[in-house]
């Protein structure tokens, strides 16, 4: 079976055409947002962005012994506190290189986000079968009520 390299989530990458290498830009472990006046808009502190937007990238090594030109399901999910996994994104790929990377940008925006760990989950089987292995890139989200008068502050 492939093995995971890696998962890692930032706030966005750069990736070098010629090679194919990816830098990671503003890799993080949590979030604290702050719920807008009116309850339906979140808000990354220290920040003017409304929604925190973040990337997520997950590679993959396909091993000596796996059949060549085997066809595998993927799929990213979200885990968020008191809620059940979620699938962002899904498809089927085969490896046409040793190492294969999978990215995917998320956005937080849900009005009902509680503080806690939350996790990004990429996981991939051959297809047809039901056995995932996965990797998943934990975080911890800290949901703050907004400053009643901030000027006064």
Known sequence: MPSPRYIICCETQILDRSTGSVSHINVFDGFTVVKSQEGEQLKLTGSETLF????????WAEDDDDV?????DWEFRT???NREPRSASQGTFIF?????RFDQAFVIAEKTLVSGV?????RIRVCNTDDWISQR????LVVKEPVENPDSA
Do not use: D, L, T
């Open 52 to 59: 925190p937007k973040f990337i997520a990238s997950a590679v």
């Open 68 to 72: 060549k030109g085997a066809e595998y």
């Open 79 to 81: 885990h968020a506190p």
């Open 96 to 100: 046409e290189r040793r190492f294969n």
């Open 118 to 122: 939350c996790f990004i989950e990429h």
């Open 137 to 140: 890139f934990e975080y911890k």
